[in-house]
């Protein structure tokens, strides 16, 4: 008798056990299962004059949608470079914002908007367009190599030099000795890269 009670004793604590380890299982199931919330993914496109610049697009089409690049854009339009600046390149274009191109003096700004202008206005805009992709990381690159400056030699044919500066930021000197600085740099294209710069620079 006393045999037969402790078969049926362990028996009922078996049962219990295998019961609370179900509804163990149970109880976690549902948190297992659960899945994680989705996350958008993050824009990388960087933004220039308000508009988000795609990579997929070209030199002009991009600029067209920049409010601080207005004015280089008339410009290019009106020196008929559009066509050439939406071509395959590729080219590094160091593009004046509207504040650079305020900085010169009006009357000289409407003789190069003038149609009688047309070809100084190109040997301007020319100038700021070198041949090629050049990020900043590959001006740091040849500067390195070449005491901090980097001699470019542009689309009009002039040179501009490139100084990387120990905060790496970059620094052009123009063929008159001016100066401007690159505010926003890295901005690619499909065709090329452009560096915004906050003064016109001027060929010789």
């Given at each position: 008798?006393?045999?037969?009670?402790?078969?049926?004793?362990?028996?009922?604590?078996?049962?219990?056990?295998?019961?609370?380890?179900?509804?163990?299982?149970?109880?976690?199931?549902?948190?297992?299962?659960?899945?994680?919330?989705?996350?958008?993914?993050?824009?990388?496109?960087?933004?220039?004059?308000?508009?988000?610049?795609?990579?997929?697009?070209?030199?002009?089409?991009?600029?067209?949608?920049?409010?601080?690049?207005?004015?280089?854009?008339s410009a290019?339009?009106?020196?008929?470079?559009?066509?050439?600046?939406?071509?395959?390149?590729?080219?590094?274009?160091?593009?004046?914002?509207?504040?650079?191109f305020e900085?010169?003096?009006?009357?000289?700004?409407?003789?190069?908007?003038?149609?009688?202008?047309?070809?100084?206005?190109?040997?301007?805009?020319?100038?700021?367009?070198?041949?090629?992709?050049?990020?900043?990381?590959?001006?740091?690159?040849?500067?390195?190599?070449?005491?901090?400056?980097?001699?470019?030699?542009?689309?009009?044919?002039?040179?501009?030099?490139?100084?990387?500066?120990?905060?790496?930021?970059?620094?052009?000197?123009?063929?008159?000795?001016?100066?401007?600085?690159?505010?926003?740099?890295?901005?690619?294209?499909?065709?090329?890269?452009?560096?915004?710069?906050?003064?016109?620079?001027?060929?010789?």
């Amino acid at each position: 008798m006393t045999t037969r009670i402790l078969i049926l004793t362990v028996a009922s604590a078996a049962l219990v056990g295998l019961a609370a380890c179900n509804n163990a299982e149970t109880e976690k199931a549902p948190a297992e299962a659960t899945p994680a919330p989705a996350t958008a993914p993050a824009t990388m496109d960087p933004v220039v004059g308000g508009a988000p610049m795609s990579p997929n697009e070209t030199i002009v089409a991009n600029a067209a949608k920049a409010s601080n690049l207005t004015t280089l854009v008339s410009a290019v339009q009106a020196a008929g470079l559009a066509e050439t600046l939406s071509g395959p390149g590729p080219f590094t274009v160091f593009a004046p914002d509207n504040g650079a191109f305020e900085k010169v003096p009006a009357a000289t700004r409407e003789a190069l908007m003038a149609p009688a202008g047309k070809a100084d206005l190109t040997k301007l805009l020319t100038y700021h367009v070198v041949p090629g992709r050049m990020t900043a990381a590959d001006l740091a690159t040849q500067a390195q190599a070449n005491g901090g400056k980097v001699e470019l030699t542009t689309v009009q044919g002039g040179t501009l030099t490139a100084t990387v500066n120990p905060d790496g930021s970059v620094t052009l000197t123009d063929a008159k000795g001016g100066m401007s600085r690159v505010t926003q740099s890295d901005v690619l294209q499909s065709n090329g890269v452009v560096h915004v710069i906050d003064t016109v620079v001027m060929p010789s």
